[in-house]
Structures are given as structure tokens and as C-alpha cells.
């Protein structure tokens, strides 16, 4: 649904950030006013900013205590210069007034925290604030050579005196804070800097069954018996390990015998000997469910109601799967080397389980494998070598790669299958002009799978070809995450910010909140299933009394752009053509007709012929009333009107005489023309001068 004030954009989406930024500012200044609220709209701003360009999400309308925190102790302090003799509004104000202006217009995200919430955790970082902007280790370099021209006396305005002042800086000239320069330069180089943060991919939303449901599968799994088996073993008095802390044989033989490890024992004279008990003891320690302490193995004592919770216990299971890099995948002795994948293990292991997360159609092992390959050649130099070693190289990493995947089936993170591959892994045309999806192929899809509009080069399209035969010669093994790894894979997710919706957790929304999320983030197919899960838990059971609350909604929303794309998600997102008669029978509403006849239209549900006179006014003035608001602004919108020229001086004088319910709008709308039409024609008698002056310097 793009072109509509969303409250999250795509990364490289900076026009339609400006012009969304520019017309919340807008509005948030002229509310601020109205409310008697202190706000800054250069600080509003970075705080859109932030939002935007820094964090994994983007989403404008949810901050939680992280997000609060990183603007003001961090995203500020690095990013906004305060010269001398300049005094900045007072931040945590405005972003105070910032959060109450978003939960006013009904643009909060409904999955954030309340907003006392927000306001407290403003109050919290407010107290470091002053400290952290005062702070020059957390600057940002430009910031901290501006300030530091600035500060001896350079005007940073003048660009010769600042180039003279940077030449100076090169010959080591200039008195500067060597250390917090240091600790930019830190910084920088291992790249914690906010600026660095990578947008995510976008996640397709996932249904999972209640934790009652998940809790039975979590104890149905081997490895969680195991796991529990093994710390009442150990108990709280503990076992004796051996100097090496190993257990000592005999305890291995009986455990080996207790927990079904499955190793063979015969003969073998170290418990080093025993994989799978080596294996699973690491992992008990890696959950901190054991730990070696004076030559003896205790059960933790603090993880006593994890052990007793088989989902906890599960989750603590799966997390301990990125410790275990050595336990898994590391040279057995000084004769072995590692692979590549456990250079890059816990980035790695990361990167396949997102990749499987959410996808609708399991992952042939062939795609999944070569998409890691490509992680390979990225980030490792493979220009030596001949094409047989590189060839042993991938083969190492990938055995190294499927006892990872082991591993993640044992615990029931994973569930493989065989079978042919879902059709959406091999119509992939890798042509010179690059890939051409195939039409019915979801655009959030095609970037899970790594295939939207990436150019393949020679090499890699002969690995493409060489794929599809694999994939085409008969069944592939098929992987996907189960319902416990998708539950486990989307908690990690949300840990780092990002976002991985989930049906059913919109039920208890607000109206608005429900609507703008769908319209901003869902498809039409999985909109219906979270808005028909909504209308049930609404209303008191009356269906009506739910799309009544969902019609007021739009209604009360201010931004008239955003008001018809919830409207269409109604159109669209309501079963058996339900939409369609409810926006016809609101087509006699007097507020929402301007709205409603848009959207029949744009979904070609009413012809221009079936329109009064009347009603094409109303679309005429709803359409430049949402100009404006696309435009961003008053600022955008008078530039957008000045080169529309006589053609939107006709629509408006048309629109000002239409019954549209938005008066104000209009107002604003006609003032915009003026203001136009006066600078167009200041532009052009300029334009007449300046030529008027050429013609005379030609005639002389």
C-alpha cells in the first residue's frame, strides 16, 4: 500500500521520509501550540530521524525505553551540534510532546508500551541527558571537529576559514580533546555507531498456538528430558569430575544408560570419547542448568523453575544452541582444522534461522545451502586456492553446517521433510538484466529469499542453473522451523528490535491502531485473518457495534491520507465482498463520502459515470486535500501547487465550491494556492526582468 503517510518506510524510501517527517512536524508544532506543550520541530525531526535511519524497525510510531534511551544519551549527543552561543530546545521536552502528539492523533503503534510508560522512561533518561550531550567521547566526528573550530574562534559558517582550520587539524596545528577523539575513533572502527544499524528485512506475520499448546510440544522433545535428566543427576550435592573437569567413566557408562544418549561405550576409556553425552553435558552448561565448580558438577539451583516450566526450559535449550559452536563444529584435535562456518558460526546460524522464519513454503536444502555459500564469498577471501580446494572448503562447511542442522532437529526447532520443492524456489529467471520474479510472488518473499533486485553476474547464474537441476531432478530435502523454532527464532527477533509480527496479537488493539498496522505492514489475505480475530473479541459479540468502532476510527483519524488507506484495508481485508457493501452504505455519509468514493474508485468498484456531479467534486477536493498532506506539508504542498500551475488553480477554485466536510482543509488549501500563484509570479517577473537586462546587453 505505498503512497500514504506510513508510519514506517522503507530504508531507501528518504523522499517520502522527508515529506512524511515534514508534515508530522507540521502538524506536531501547530499542536504543540494549541495544547500549550514545549516542542522543538528541529529536534522532532531527529527524532523521526532516529527512528528512521538507526534503528532495525524504523517503525515512527513505537518507542520503547531502548528507543528513548539511544536518542537522548546517544543518537543526540552524536548527531546535533550545539555551537557556542547557541542554545537548543530542551529535548526530552519535546519528545515528550512528541509521544503524547502520536497517541492524540491515533498514530502510536498499538504494540508499544502505553504512554506512561514512554513518558517515565523520558523522565528516566532525562536526569543523564545534559551529562551525555555534554559528553565528547559520544560525539560524532564531524560534531567533534565542528565544535572544536568553533571553540577557537573559527567561524564554521565561512567554508574558506573552515578548510584553513582543517588544514591546520592535518598539520597536527589545532589543540583538540585527544582522548575523546580516541574514543570516536573507536567507535567508528568496531561500528557501534546508531548510523551503522542495518535496517531488516521485512517479516512476513506467523500464527502460533497457545503457550499451553507449545508447552506440551517443548516436553514431548528428547533433548529437553535429557537436558532435565541430566541436572537431577548432578543435584544439588554434585558429581565428581576429573581434573580435566570430565566426568569420570563410570558416571559417564551409567549416564550414557540413564538419559539414551545412544553413544557406544565399549572400550572407550574417556567420557571425551562419548559425543553425544559430551555434546549434551555443554549444552546443560551453556542453558546454565549445570556448572563445574571445585571439582564437582552441580545443578544450578536458580534454574529449578526452568526445569520445572518445559517451554522455559526449551527456550533456554535453544538459545544455548549459539554457545555451542565448539561443542558442535570444533576441531577434535591439533590434526583438524575448522571450517568456515565456524568463523562466522553464531552470525551464520542467525542469518539460516531468519531466513526460515516465516516463510510460507519449507526451504529446499539445496537454496538454503547456497544461500549460505553466498555468506561465504562474502566475507571471506577466496581468490587463492584452485576450484578443487574451494570446492572442499564449501563441502567441510557444509557437513559442519547439517550437524548444526542435527542438532536443531534433536531439539524440535527443526522438522525436515522430503519432497519436491515449492515452484517459488525455482521460477527464479537470473537474466543479464537480473532476476524477474514470478507475478504471484509476494515482494516481502522475494527479500526473504534473497532474489529482489540483485543483478547476477556469469558465475552466478550457472550456480543458479545448476540449482534448479537439483532442485528439478526429483524430491529435495525440505526444511522448516517448527512451531517452537518459530516461537523461539521471533522472540530473538523482537530481543534486537525488530519486527516479527504475530496474528492474533493486534485482537486487543484500538480501532486505529489495528487498522494503521494493517494498512502500513499486512497484505490483504493476512489483514482478513487479523481483522476477522478482531471484529470476534469487539463489540460485545454484535458485529455491527465492532465495524462501528472500526468506521469512527477513520473518522477521527486526523491525516486524511492515511484515514483512506485504513478505509481501504476495510474494502479490501473484510470477507465476502463485506468491505464493498459497507462503503457503499456509508457513500451518503457526509464526513467519510470524499473518502469512500476514493477508494470504490481506486479499486475500480465505481465508475466515473456512476459519480454525481456532486461526488466528482468531492474526489477532485479529496484528492488535493491529500496532495497536500503527501506533499509534506505547507512547505512541500506550495511547491507541489507551483508546479501544477493553471491546471491546479481550476481544480481548487472547483474543489472550494464542492461540499466537502474538511473546511478547514480547503481554507488551509486556498491559502497555499495563493501563496503560489504570488511566488510563481514573483519567479516570473524576475524571469522578465533578468531577460529584459540580456536583451538590452545584446542591443548595446
Not at 532516529?50 to 520503547?64: K, M, N, P, S, V
Not at 497536500?628 to 511547491?639: F, H, I, K, N, Y
Not at 466537502?660 to 497555499?672: C, K, M, Q, T
Request: charged residues 30%.
Amino acid at each position: 500500500m505505498g503512497g500514504f503517510m506510513r508510519m514506517r518506510l522503507d530504508a531507501g524510501a528518504e523522499d517520502e521520509f522527508e515529506a512524511a517527517c515534514g508534515l508530522l512536524v507540521d502538524r506536531l508544532v501547530r499542536w504543540a501550540e494549541e495544547q500549550g506543550l514545549p516542542v522543538d520541530g528541529f529536534l522532532a525531526e531527529a527524532a523521526l530521524e532516529y527512528r528512521h535511519r538507526a534503528t532495525a524497525d524504523g517503525r515512527l510510531g513505537l518507542w520503547e525505553p531502548r528507543h528513548v534511551d539511544e536518542l537522548l544519551l546517544h543518537w543526540l549527543p552524536q548527531k546535533v551540534t550545539e555551537l557556542p552561543g547557541e542554545e537548543l530546545g530542551d529535548a526530552p521536552s519535546t519528545l515528550r510532546t512528541l509521544l503524547r502528539y502520536l497517541h492524540a492523533t491515533q498514530l502510536a503503534d498499538p504494540r508499544g508500551p502505553a504512554l506512561e510508560d514512554s513518558l517515565a522512561a523520558v523522565d528516566t533518561a532525562a536526569e543523564q541527558y545534559g551529562a551525555a550531550m555534554a559528553d565528547r567521547s559520544r560525539w560524532g566526528l564531524a560534531k567533534f571537529w565542528m565544535t572544536t573550530a568553533a571553540e577557537q574562534g573559527v567561524d564554521v559558517l565561512d567554508e574558506t576559514a573552515l578548510q584553513r582550520f582543517a588544514e591546520r587539524a592535518q598539520r597536527e596545528e589545532v589543540a583538540y580533546d585527544e582522548d575523546a577523539l580516541d574514543a570516536i575513533m573507536e567507535r567508528r572502527l568496531t561500528g557501534r555507531l546508531l548510523s551503522d544499524t542495518a535496517r531488516s528485512e521485512p517479516q512476513l506475520p506467523v500464527a502460533l498456538p497457545p503457550d499451553g499448546e507449545l508447552r506440551r510440544q517443548a516436553e514431548a522433545s528428547a533433548i529437553v528430558a535429557q537436558l532435565r535428566g541430566l541436572a537431577e543427576w548432578a543435584g544439588r550435592d554434585g558429581r565428581t569430575v576429573t581434573a580435566a573437569g570430565r566426568l569420570r567413566m563410570a558416571d559417564a557408562r551409567e549416564l550414557v544408560d540413564t538419559l539414551g544418549t545412544g553413544d557406544n561405550t565399549e572400550g572407550v576409556r574417556s567420557a571425551a570419547d562419548l559425543p553425544r553425552l559430551g555434546l549434551l553435558v555443554e549444552w546443560a552448561k551453556k542453558a546454565r542448568l549445570v556448572r563445574v565448580a571445585k571439582g564437582r558438577l552441580y545443578a544450578v539451583a536458580k534454574a529449578r523453575p526452568v526445569l520445572a516450566d518445559p517451554l522455559q526450559l526449551w527456550l533456554r535449550a535453544f538459545d544455548a544452541c549459539f554457545e555451542l559452536r565448539q561443542a558442535l563444529i570444533g576441531a577434535r584435535s591439533g590434526w583438524h582444522v575448522e571450517s568456515m562456518l565456524f568463523d562466522v558460526y553464531e552470525d551464520m546460524l542467525e542469518d539460516v534461522l531468519n531466513t526460515l522464519y516465516s516463510l510460507p513454503y519449507p526451504m529446499p536444502w539445496p537454496r538454503l545451502r547456497d544461500s549460505v555459500h553466498l555468506g561465504y564469498r562474502a566475507g571471506f577471501q577466496l581468490d587463492g586456492g584452485s576450484d578443487f580446494q574451494h570446492r572442499m572448503w564449501f563441502e567441510h562447511a557444509d557437513r559442519d553446517l547439517r550437524t548444526v542442522l542435527d542438532a536443531l532437529v534433536d531439539l524440535g526447532a527443526i522438522e525436515r521433510d522430503l519432497g519436491m520443492a515449492d515452484p517459488v524456489f525455482l521460477d527464479v529467471d537470473l537474466s543479464d538484466s537480473g532476476p524477474e520474479l514470478p507475478a504471484d510472488m509476494p515482494p516481502e518473499l522475494a527479500e526473504l529469499l534473497g532474489v529482489a533486485g540483485t543483478a547476477a553476474d556469469p558465475a552466478a547464474q550457472e550456480r543458479a542453473r545448476a540449482q534448479r537441476e537439483e532442485l528439478t531432478a526429483g524430491p529435495a530435502e525440505l526444511l522448516r522451523l517448527t512451531e517452537l523454532g518459530t516461537r523461539a527464532v521471533r522472540q530473538r527477533l523482537l530481543a534486537v528490535g525488530r519486527d516479527a509480527p504475530l496474528i492474533g496479537e493486534l485482537a486487543r488493539a484500538p480501532a486505529a491502531g489495528l487498522l494503521g498496522v494493517l494498512a502500513d505492514d499486512y497484505d490483504p489475505d493476512v489483514a482478513r485473518t487479523e481483522l476477522v480475530g478482531w471484529i470476534a473479541t469487539h463489540g460485545d459479540g454484535e458485529r455491527d457495534a465492532a465495524l462501528r468502532q472500526l468506521v469512527e476510527a477513520v473518522r477521527s483519524m486526523p491525516f486524511r491520507v492515511r484515514a483512506q488507506a485504513m478505509l481501504t484495508v476495510l474494502l479490501t481485508s473484510l470477507p465476502d465482498g463485506e468491505g464493498e457493501r459497507l462503503l457503499r452504505g456509508l457513500r451518503g455519509d457526509a464526513q467519510l463520502a470524499p473518502l469512500v468514493l476514493s477508494a470504490l474508485a481506486h479499486q475500480e468498484l465505481l465508475s466515473p459515470e456512476d459519480m454525481t456531479d456532486a461526488e466528482h467534486l468531492l474526489v477532485l477536493a479529496e484528492s488535493l486535500l491529500q496532495l497536500v498532506e503527501l506533499a509534506g506539508g505547507r512547505d512541500g504542498a506550495e511547491e507541489a501547487l507551483r508546479a501544477q500551475g493553471f491546471e491546479a488553480r481550476d481544480a481548487i477554485a472547483a474543489a472550494l465550491d464542492s461540499a466537502h466536510p474538511d473546511r478547514a482543509g480547503l481554507e488551509e488549501l486556498r491559502r497555499l494556492a495563493a501563496r503560489a500563484r504570488v511566488a510563481s509570479g514573483r519567479r516570473a517577473r524576475n524571469a522578465r526582468r533578468t531577460a529584459g537586462k540580456k536583451r538590452r546587453k545584446r542591443r548595446r
